[in-house]
């Protein structure tokens, strides 16, 4: 009489993932996102280290949290989700920290296109003149010469979160693949 194998568990193991990549996820990508924008602007643009400083970067570092979790939450969340499907469907020897980094990236990506989708809606709504209301030192690091660092800043952190997530659910044993079983052969 041979009896059935367990039920395959996912949704246990599932949730811990997304509850590890929305809790660790946007805090990794919101300590790595400032410094790597003004690193990648840096290089184009010695004004910015200037204008701004590093000291006021590492003050502004703190309050990044808030808008990290505001706007990485559903990226993360999403992007565990998608690692959930992905380690569950992966061989055995897969890399799944890699494989967590180009979904992280491309989650991140996506958020940078939901935000400069909004913000050219608010500019259509509101019109050009709020630009020039805002000092010139604090849109320089991310204007249209230097706005790509942004950009990259955010989908390289969101990389990079999902890279560190993947590694911090290998080191808890947190995975969705199947248990192997061995079956001793009927006598």
Avoid: Q
């Avoid at 003050?59 to 993360?76: M, N, S, T």
């Avoid at 955010?154 to 911090?168: D, E, K, M, N, W």
Wanted: proline share 6%.
């Amino acid at each position: 009489m041979n009896a059935e194998p367990p039920p395959k568990r996912f949704w246990a193991p599932a949730l811990g993932l997304v509850a590890l990549f929305g809790l660790l996820g946007p805090a990794v990508g919101g300590a790595l996102a400032i410094p790597l924008a003004f690193a990648f602007t840096a290089s184009s643009n010695a004004e910015v280290v200037s204008n701004i400083g590093w000291v006021a970067a590492a003050i502004g570092h703190a309050f990044i949290f808030i808008p990290a979790y505001v706007f990485g939450l559903g990226p993360a969340i999403g992007a565990g989700l998608v690692y959930a499907l992905a380690d569950s469907a992966a061989p055995e020897r897969a890399p799944r920290a890699l494989i967590a980094a180009a979904i992280g990236g491309v989650f991140a990506y996506a958020l940078v296109a939901a935000l400069i989708s909004l913000g050219n809606f608010v500019v259509t709504m509101i019109g050009e003149g709020w630009r020039d209301m805002a000092s010139d030192w604090i849109g320089s690091p991310f204007a249209e010469e230097g706005g790509s660092a942004l950009t990259e800043a955010i989908v390289v952190s969101g990389t990079a979160a999902a890279f560190v997530c993947s590694l911090t659910a290998s080191l808890l044993g947190l995975t969705t693949r199947a248990r192997m079983t061995v079956r001793s052969p009927a006598i």
